[in-house]
């Protein structure tokens, strides 16, 4: 781990309103079951083992502001109370490290699971969790969360997740096929199908989070991997749109289609400040992502993307497990993905990504090296826990 030791991590304490420094995190903790319902029953009583490990993780790491993806979302908010009391914020014997309380979270619908009525993965059927808006075996699996020990301006809270992905100017729609090859002049979506499929395969969110008062807007969200398709690259079509979606929210223009779901249009003014979290799901280097997809971010004009975390685990990793990771071009040390080492191999999908204003003063990825501290808690996800410091 770069820049800080688990000893750091354990005896940190929790920020207060006062303080000038902010831990902010992003998480993909793969707390997602295969059915709804499945969540809130395993973590009841504090006895999942898998929740345990992610616990552990964050009552070490200890951010102010943490997104968790792949947490399945329910209505009633019972899975994210069971995890926030039975394993964050209580005294438990499991857990040598201290607790960590979050007063305040946030959470809402995602497309995954939503029943689309249409045959999107052309498999003959319209039922399957392929044909949902988002892959999904039920409405909200992979649904994400927003843990907080600041206040949230519930009012002001911007989502995106009814918005159309057609009615995005310059949209990347996959081509339709021919004999097993892609064809220009037909579309792999037809024109009712994309009255039906939104942008976001789970959702898009602007969470603003009061910092001494003064918000720091909370961009997160989750695109689809750009995989499990085929030459038309559905996926990886859609996942740059996901992710271009926050490149057209921080630039000026009135966009009059970039509608909320609150019924608000346009983008972030310049004005506020961000933070950019999430399972993005491209590599800048390596992987299956359209070319360039990630860099819609890393290279915006209004993102300091000037910094990378790192890891000493990631690094270790790649040479242990050798495999795909042995033809791959990005620095190991920045990988927060421990994907199959058959064909892809590990991957940076993961960003924490600040406003240009916002002065990063430490960052790190939680890839413990085999024999230290923590070795044991990351194998609750193939993802690795992302986090930055930043002076406020």
Known sequence: MTGSTLTEFVHAQDVDARQTTIRIATFNC??????????ARGLAGGLDPQARKVARILRTVRPQIVLLNEFDFDADRRSLDLFRTEYLEA???WSPEAPVDYPFAFTAPANTGVPSG??????????GPGDAIGFGRFPGQYGMVIFSQFPIDQSAVRTFQNLLWKDVPGALLPLGL???KVETTVMWYSA?????????SKSHWDVPVLVNGKPLHILASHPTPPAFDG???RNGRRNHDEIRLWTEYLSDGEKPWLRDDQGRTGPLPSSERF???????ADPFDGGSVDSAINQLLQHPRVNSAFTPRSAGGAEASQVQKGANQQQQGPAAEDTADFSDRSVGNLRADYVLPEKSLSVTKSGIFWPKENETGADLVDCSDHRLVWIDVAW
């Open 91 to 93: 005294s438990v014997d």
């Open 231 to 233: 030459p038309e690259d």
């Open 178 to 180: 021919k004999d097993g």
């Open 118 to 127: 249409r045959d999107l993965d052309h498999d003959g059927k319209h039922d």
């Open 192 to 200: 009712d199908d994309l009255q039906q499929l939104r942008l976001s």
């Open 275 to 281: 933070v950019i979290l999430g399972d993005q799901n």
């Open 30 to 39: 793969s707390l997602n079951r295969d059915a709804e319902g499945e969540l």
